[in-house]
C-alpha cells in the first residue's frame, strides 16, 4: 500500500492511512513502532510504497500492523516542490470515498503519478493538473475541455469557468452577468493544451496568478460535486 497519512498515537504508537489495491483506503494501527530500538519506524513514512503484512480483528474496521517490506521510498532524494505536489495527490485521496472496485484504478494512477512527477525539473504543477483531470474522470466528475457546457460547440477558445454547470463556456455564450469565473489568456493557453503538458514543461512558463486561477477552478469543481 501507500500511506497517505501518519498520526502519532500515544507515546510509541502510530495510525496510518494506507492505500491499497484491493480495498481503497484503510486504518492501520502500528503499535510501540516509535520506540527507540523499533525497526519499523523508517519504513513507515509518508508516500511510501509498502508490502504490509496485517492482521484484523472481528468487528473491527482498523487493521493491525505486524510488519512491513519497502517498495518504493518515494520520498528519498526528491526535490521539495516533487515532494509538496505529491503530498497534495494524497491530500485529494484522503478527501474522495475509494470504492473497493475502483481501488486498482486510483492506486495505479497515483503510483504512475509520483513515478512521473519525480523525475519533473520544471512546471511540476501542470502534471498535478492532468492528475487530477484523471481522477475526475475515474471518479464520474470529468471536467470537459472542449465542449461548451451551455452550447454544446467545440471550446475553440475558452472564455470562463461555470461553477453551477460543472464546465467551461466559449466567448459566444459569455454574459457579464453570468456568475463565472473569468479567464486569463495565459490559463485558456494551458488548459488547451493540459493533455500533452508533459512535452511542453521546459518551454512554457507558469506565472503564480495562472496557477491560483487553475487551482481555484480544478478544487472548486471537486467541490461542487459533493
Same mark, same amino acid.
Given at each position: 500500500?501507500?500511506?497517505?497519512?501518519?498520526?502519532? /498515537?500515544?507515546?510509541?504508537?502510530?495510525?496510518?492511512?494506507?492505500?491499497? =489495491?484491493?480495498?481503497?483506503?484503510?486504518?492501520?494501527?502500528?503499535?510501540?513502532?516509535?520506540?527507540?530500538?523499533?525497526?519499523? $519506524?523508517?519504513?513507515?513514512? #509518508?508516500?511510501?510504497?509498502?508490502?504490509?503484512?496485517?492482521?484484523?480483528?472481528?468487528?473491527?474496521?482498523?487493521?493491525?500492523?505486524?510488519?512491513?517490506?519497502? #517498495?518504493?521510498?518515494?520520498?528519498?532524494?526528491?526535490?521539495?516542490?516533487?515532494?509538496?505536489?505529491?503530498? *497534495?495527490?494524497? $491530500?485529494?485521496?484522503?478527501?474522495?470515498?475509494?470504492?473497493?472496485? $475502483?481501488?486498482?484504478?486510483?492506486?495505479?494512477?497515483?503510483?504512475?503519478?509520483?513515478?512521473?512527477?519525480?523525475?519533473?525539473?520544471?512546471?511540476?504543477?501542470?502534471?498535478?493538473?492532468?492528475?487530477?483531470?484523471?481522477? /475526475?474522470?475515474?471518479?464520474?466528475?470529468?471536467?470537459?475541455?472542449?465542449?461548451?457546457?451551455?452550447?454544446?460547440?467545440?471550446?475553440?477558445?475558452?472564455? *470562463?469557468? /461555470? =461553477?453551477?454547470?460543472?464546465?467551461? #463556456?466559449?466567448?459566444?455564450?459569455?454574459?457579464?452577468?453570468?456568475?463565472?469565473?473569468?479567464?486569463?489568456?495565459?490559463?485558456?493557453?494551458?488548459? *488547451?493544451?493540459?493533455?500533452?503538458?508533459?512535452?511542453?514543461?521546459?518551454? #512554457?512558463?507558469?506565472?503564480?496568478?495562472?496557477?491560483?486561477?487553475?487551482?481555484?477552478?480544478?478544487?472548486?469543481?471537486?467541490? $461542487?460535486?459533493?
Amino acid at each position: 500500500g501507500i500511506i497517505l497519512r501518519k498520526i502519532a /498515537y500515544r507515546e510509541t504508537s502510530v495510525i496510518l492511512d494506507v492505500l491499497t =489495491p484491493d480495498f481503497g483506503v484503510i486504518t492501520v494501527m502500528a503499535k510501540g513502532i516509535r520506540k527507540a530500538k523499533s525497526k519499523s $519506524e523508517g519504513l513507515l513514512e #509518508i508516500l511510501n510504497e509498502v508490502d504490509l503484512l496485517l492482521y484484523k480483528k472481528p468487528n473491527s474496521d482498523w487493521y493491525l500492523y505486524k510488519s512491513a517490506t519497502i #517498495i518504493n521510498a518515494n520520498i528519498f532524494g526528491i526535490n521539495f516542490d516533487a515532494q509538496i505536489l505529491m503530498q *497534495a495527490a494524497t $491530500e485529494i485521496y484522503r478527501q474522495l470515498i475509494i470504492h473497493s472496485e $475502483e481501488s486498482i484504478e486510483f492506486y495505479e494512477l497515483l503510483n504512475d503519478y509520483f513515478g512521473y512527477i519525480k523525475l519533473v525539473k520544471k512546471n511540476g504543477i501542470a502534471i498535478f493538473w492532468r492528475f487530477l483531470l484523471k481522477i /475526475y474522470k475515474i471518479y464520474g466528475i470529468s471536467l470537459n475541455l472542449q465542449t461548451c457546457v451551455l452550447c454544446g460547440g467545440n471550446l475553440n477558445e475558452i472564455s *470562463a469557468y /461555470y =461553477p453551477h454547470k460543472h464546465g467551461f #463556456i466559449c466567448q459566444k455564450c459569455f454574459r457579464a452577468n453570468f456568475p463565472v469565473i473569468g479567464l486569463a489568456n495565459e490559463v485558456t493557453s494551458i488548459l *488547451a493544451q493540459i493533455y500533452d503538458i508533459g512535452n511542453q514543461l521546459e518551454n #512554457i512558463s507558469i506565472s503564480k496568478s495562472a496557477i491560483k486561477q487553475i487551482n481555484r477552478i480544478f478544487l472548486l469543481h471537486l467541490s $461542487e460535486q459533493f
